[in-house]
T-cell receptor
Framework: AQSVTQLDSHVSVSEGTPVLLRCNYS??????LFWYVQHPNKGLQLLLK??????LVKGINGFEAEFKKSETSFHLTKPSAHMSDAAEYFC???????????FGAGTILRVKS | DTEVTQTPKHLVMGMTNKKSLKCEQH?????MYWYKQKAKKPPELMFV???????INESVPSRFSPECPNSSLLNLHLHALQPEDSALYLC??????????????????FGPGTRLTVL
């Protein structure tokens, strides 16, 4: 069965400093991985996705993630945090039958001015 | 149109009321989903419709009744809910409907949600 573990429940950074949100996955075969962002009382927006093409994936709003099979990781990064990045971020793997998303517990990102 | 819309945005109902949530997409997607999200938790899958047929029911209580009238619309009928059913209800859609479609087609697009409060 697939699973994802988000290693930090909360991350706090200062505006203009780098962001790192960590995600490890477990999958018995080649996974498809996603990062979604959710602002308060809003739906989920897809930031980026890995589907076995390039291992370095670029997403919206300056975010990117690198798929590392040897480390079973898919960490999300951004060079410079903006106040508008404050939100909850979910790392997600697609289940075996392709239409069930398996969510991590989420990481709340706080950006200090 | 790359949007999933949900109505209403907010809903307050008593335990004896009957109400419905509505979800609509015009992207030609073949699968649609209902999720329930409690505060500070990830979304939990409730139902999946594939080609307008119910394909997954995650053991959801019968007081929640989904309906897919056509390929663009998904409803969730609510009856005799409990206060613990208060949550954000999210709808999503995807072009693909399963493993045969490949992962690129199973990216899910989410609506903004309906905030439900049961008194």
């Amino acid at each position: 069965a697939q699973s994802v573990t988000q290693l930090d429940s909360h991350v706090s950074v200062s505006e203009g400093t780098p962001v790192l949100l960590r995600c490890n996955y477990s999958s018995s075969y080649s996974p498809s991985l996603f990062w979604y962002v959710q602002h308060p009382n809003k739906g989920l927006q897809l930031l980026l996705k890995y589907t076995s093409a390039a291992t370095l994936v670029k997403g919206i709003n300056g975010f990117e993630a690198e798929f590392k099979k040897s480390e079973t990781s898919f960490h999300l990064t951004k060079p410079s945090a903006h106040m508008s990045d404050a939100a909850e971020y979910f790392c997600v793997v697609i289940g075996r039958y392709g239409n069930k998303l398996v969510f991590g517990a989420g990481t709340i990102l706080r950006v200090k001015s | 149109d790359t949007e999933v819309t949900q109505t209403p945005k907010h809903l307050v109902m008593g335990m004896t009321n009957k109400k419905s949530l509505k979800c609509e997409q015009h992207m030609g997607h073949r699968a649609m989903y209902w999720y329930k999200q409690k505060a500070k938790k990830p979304p939990e899958l409730m139902f999946v419709y594939s080609y307008e047929k119910l394909s997954i029911n995650e053991s959801v209580p019968s007081r929640f009744s989904p309906e897919c009238p056509n390929s663009s619309l998904l409803n969730l009928h609510l009856h005799a809910l409990q206060p613990e059913d208060s949550a954000l209800y999210l709808c999503a859609s995807s072009q693909g409907s399963g493993i045969m479609d490949g992962p690129s087609y199973n990216e899910q697009f989410f609506g903004p949600g309906t905030r439900l409060t049961v008194l």
